[in-house]
């Protein structure tokens, strides 16, 4: 961070503290975890599950049943489930389908149609790791505006420090110019409306001074809302840092892509906007996955193979899968006119279509703006060679109308007038190219590479 003894602040340290220190820039790390979190949520499905179910009766005295039954499941990530358990059941009254005294047993469950390549579970942890890309990505576009609203005011800042430099020189010139008619009065060089004339210039750059350096300080306080402290605390923009020396060769710069169709294609394919519309057209494309599932009959294998005591699979009772010692079951169900299904799948195809559509509707959005921003530096461009021209022939008005008022063939009130003039188009060149620079930056914002 930026401490009071620097006295020179450049576009780069604005930069480096809004990445690291901004609020905004730290809430959107917040978002990142809070999808890890729901990744770990999903996970959650894919947990082995151990479970126990214990039952016992008796009545008139009777011990009917005492069953002790504790199980373990598996899912895994094709649908399948693998299930392990162990059974103990005794009394006098038992279900004669149920198998008296220790028994165990292991097998699957295996899905024949619905859920066998999509279920809730994969859809959910799919789209739990698309929500994480999606919410670094949301972090680049946040961070990417974010930046750009910070350059441009800096920008600002810079601008209204420059125009306050050149109003302040103007003022060490006119006070010069003031003594020197006035010791040409008291010699009787001039007359006593030239030391007015004079005055009058000064004051009137003075007033503007203070204009000036009050915009600055002002500048200054909004550029102190994108600079905080690594201990989360707003930090105020002294008045003694200025911008650095050399801001017309910002280095940083230099290394800008400035190239219409490199920018195109880079801001095509990792533009932080276009890129949350891939990705949310990707869980899209889960949830019609999904969707599709609705049409298919539900159709479950059960298969156990049984044992007799707690050894799960007993080399003793080890036979071909139906021979004997198995339990297997088989389960179907399908609605007759598949109406939920068939309109839930066709509101996941409508939604594909939707985001497509917006989809394209952002890529021209995205690439209109970069050609926009890239009109707009090539013409500053051309505005700033003629202003800097311009500014140069002012001053030359100036110097040769300072010659003339020095041989007596000029007056005080035409070389003000000319000087007014020339501090124009130098406060004129300053705004554009401290708008050119702005513009840089822009562009880089609008291919989406301020944050990267």
Excluded: C
Excluded at 251 to 265: A, E, H, P, R, V
Excluded at 406 to 430: D, H, M, Y
Aim: a positive charge.
């Amino acid at each position: 961070m930026a401490q009071d003894s620097l006295m020179q602040f450049n576009a780069e340290q604005v930069l480096e503290i809004v990445r690291k220190h901004h609020p905004i820039a730290r809430q959107t790390n917040i978002g990142i975890e809070q999808s890890r979190a729901d990744i770990l949520i999903a996970r959650g499905a894919f947990d082995p599950v151990i479970g126990a179910y214990v039952s016992k009766k008796t009545f008139g005295g009777t011990n009917y049943y005492n069953q002790t039954s504790p199980q373990l499941s598996i899912p895994t990530w094709f649908g399948i489930e693998i299930h392990s358990g162990l059974e103990n059941l005794t009394g006098s009254r038992l279900d004669p389908t149920m198998t008296a005294g220790k028994s165990s047993y292991v097998g699957v469950t295996i899905p024949l149609a619905k859920d066998l390549l999509m279920d809730k579970r994969r859809a959910f942890l799919k789209q739990a790791r698309i929500f994480n890309t999606m919410a670094v990505t949301e972090q680049r576009a946040v961070v990417n505006d974010l930046l750009m609203n910070a350059m441009e005011t800096y920008w600002l800042w810079v601008r209204a420090y420059q125009t306050f430099k050149i109003v302040e020189n103007n003022v060490a010139v006119n006070q010069r110019r003031m003594e020197l008619v006035r010791r040409a009065y008291t010699n009787g060089e001039r007359p006593a409306i030239d030391t007015t004339e004079a005055l009058t210039q000064l004051q009137s750059f003075q007033y503007q001074q203070n204009e000036k350096w009050l915009a600055f300080q002002n500048a200054g306080l909004e550029l102190s809302a994108f600079l905080w402290t690594k201990d989360n605390q707003p930090y105020v923009l002294p008045v003694s840092v200025i911008p650095q020396d050399g801001w017309e060769n910002e280095t940083n710069i230099n290394s800008f892509n400035t190239q219409l169709d490199g920018l195109l294609s880079i801001a095509s394919k990792t533009h932080p906007e276009i890129q949350l519309y891939d990705a949310k057209l990707d869980v899209l494309d889960i949830e019609k996955r999904l969707k599709f599932q609705l049409l298919l009959p539900k159709a479950d294998f059960t298969y156990n193979h049984l044992s007799k005591g707690y050894g799960i699979v007993s080399s003793e009772y080890v036979t071909p899968l139906f021979d004997n010692n198995y339990r297997y079951g088989f389960k179907f169900g399908l609605p007759l006119r598949l109406s939920e299904g068939r309109g839930e799948y066709r509101k996941a195809k409508l939604k594909i279509e939707a985001a497509n559509l917006d989809l394209d509707q952002k890529r021209l959005a995205v690439e209109l703006k970069v050609k926009s921003y890239y009109n707009e530096l090539t013409n500053l461009k051309a505005q700033i060679a003629l202003q800097s021209n311009n500014y140069l022939n002012y001053q030359q008005l100036v110097r040769a109308e300072g010659m003339l008022f020095q041989n007596g063939e000029s007056s005080l009130f035409l070389i003000n007038t000319r000087e007014n003039k020339a501090l124009e188009a130098q406060e004129k060149l300053v705004e554009l190219k401290t708008k050119y620079y702005k513009t840089i930056y822009a562009l880089q914002w609008s291919a989406g590479l301020l944050a990267l």
